[in-house]
């Protein structure tokens, strides 16, 4: 069944609707933009956090076995200290090490002598690598890297033995 001619649109009517569903489009479009790039921005500082923290524990790990090692008599078991500390702290990093989210790991080690209760400490620099895409540039510097620092400190636990 027809509808009465009085009643139909007129066509320039007709487009106007057409129009006013493209500006829909276009409306979510502005819209959706900064809704994503927050979300992902929160994404990316969980997962810079979440590496901070990491990054953390490993300079405790460090510091932990430093403490043991630093005043261990190279002759006797001691080995090569610095790569000991060094390796338990790219131990307790290696989830993000692994996936490259943490690249460039240095360790230091400050003082410590062989007595015991001897003060020292050891800090981590790495360098972080952002993933989430249309945050990286703000959250991160221009290359998408930043630099991180963690730092423990130690009391020696070097116990002093006679050999024979």
């Not at 078991?77 to 307790?92: F, Q, S, T, W, Y």
């Not at 703000?138 to 930043?146: D, F, H, Q, S």
Request: aromatic share 8%.
């Amino acid at each position: 069944m027809r509808r009465p001619k009085d009643r139909r649109q007129p066509p320039s009517v007709r487009r106007a609707r057409r129009g006013a569903r493209g500006a829909v489009y276009v409306e979510i479009l502005v819209a959706i933009i900064p809704l994503l790039t927050f979300i992902f921005g929160i994404f990316q500082l969980a997962e810079m956090l979440a590496g901070r923290m990491l990054l953390d524990h490993a300079a405790f790990a460090a510091a932990r076995s430093a403490s043991v090692m630093v005043g261990e008599d190279p002759k006797h078991g001691g080995g090569n200290k610095e790569e000991i500390v060094k390796l338990a702290a790219v131990r307790a990093i290696a989830p993000y090490a692994l996936d490259g989210s943490f690249t460039k790991i240095d360790v230091q080690i400050q003082g410590g002598a062989k007595q015991l209760g001897a003060k020292g400490s050891v800090e981590i620099t790495a360098t972080y690598q952002c993933h989430v895409p249309l945050v990286w540039a703000v959250l991160c510097e221009a290359n998408g890297k930043r630099q991180m620092r963690a730092r423990a400190d130690f009391a020696s636990s070097a116990a002093q033995y006679q050999f024979e």
